[in-house]
């Protein structure tokens, strides 16, 4: 099946400090990939979609200048939580579309942030 | 405005008791209906995508069903290692391929 790898798993920064996470396709080429971000017993909260090669599409209430995204190619993206605060802790989660599986998403396992 | 409605919330079932979990959706244009399995602390895995009224999916105890209107993940005689919490999504036509989410239904399996 898909597999899509994010790293880290898991990071504690220190406040004002900015974090990358990177996402990754392994075995197709993701023409878009997506970013979630999931509160505790909450279900997944869209961040932001990105298309290979394009600037990120924000969803509303989300800072593109706070939350840095980079699409430079077909099997990787970043996210990069720059000047990080407590309130950014969370557990952010990666998804790549597979056009031939169907276009749907395939998700990482996830990286929690902690911000201190 | 698309929808997803997820009930119940939470599922209690003894090994071996056969249930259904429901998944109501309005949508413009449906494109998809996607169902996926997420465990504590980590990323929701893939389960199943249908994708017109009528079609039927099967993996191992799992089936899921679509009509018009709503989808149903059937789960016979389940297991404790199915115990997770069980979310669908659906694609709209007019979407960036973006997914619209139920709050997913917490299932727990009793030995």
């Known amino acids: 099946g898909a597999v899509v790898s994010q790293h880290p798993s898991w990071v504690i920064c220190k406040s004002g400090t900015s974090v990358k996470i990177e996402c990754r396709s392994l075995?197709?080429?993701?023409?878009?990939m997506f970013w979630y971000r999931q509160f505790p017993k909450q279900s997944l909260m869209l961040m932001a979609t990105?298309?290979?090669?394009?600037?990120?599409?924000?969803e509303q209430g989300v800072e593109k200048d706070k939350f840095l995204i980079n699409h430079a190619s077909l099997t990787l993206s970043t996210l990069t939580v720059t000047s990080a605060h407590p309130e950014d802790s969370s557990f952010y989660i990666c998804?790549?579309?597979?056009?031939?599986?169907?276009?749907?998403?395939?998700f990482g396992p996830g990286t929690r942030l902690t911000v201190l | 405005e698309d929808q997803v409605t997820q009930s119940p919330e939470a599922l209690r079932l003894q090994e071996g008791e056969s249930s259904s979990l429901n998944c109501s959706y309005t949508?413009?244009?449906?494109?998809?209906l996607f169902w996926y399995r997420q465990d504590p602390g980590k990323g929701p895995e893939f389960l199943f995508t249908?994708?017109?009224?009528?079609e039927e999916k099967e993996k191992e105890r799992l089936k899921a069903t679509l009509t018009k209107k709503e989808s149903f993940l059937h789960i016979t005689a389940p297991k404790p290692e199915d115990s997770a919490t069980y979310l669908c999504?659906?694609?709209?036509?007019?979407?960036?391929?973006?997914?619209?989410w139920g709050a997913g239904t917490k299932l727990i399996i009793k030995p």
């Open positions: 998804s790549a579309r597979d056009p031939y599986r169907g276009d749907t998403q395939y």
């Open positions: 075995d197709f080429q993701a023409t878009t």
């Open positions: 990105s298309n290979e090669g394009s600037k990120a599409t924000y």
């Open positions: 949508v413009s244009g449906l494109r998809g």
């Open positions: 249908l994708y017109s009224a009528g």
């Open positions: 999504a659906v694609q709209a036509m007019d979407s960036n391929y973006q997914l619209i």
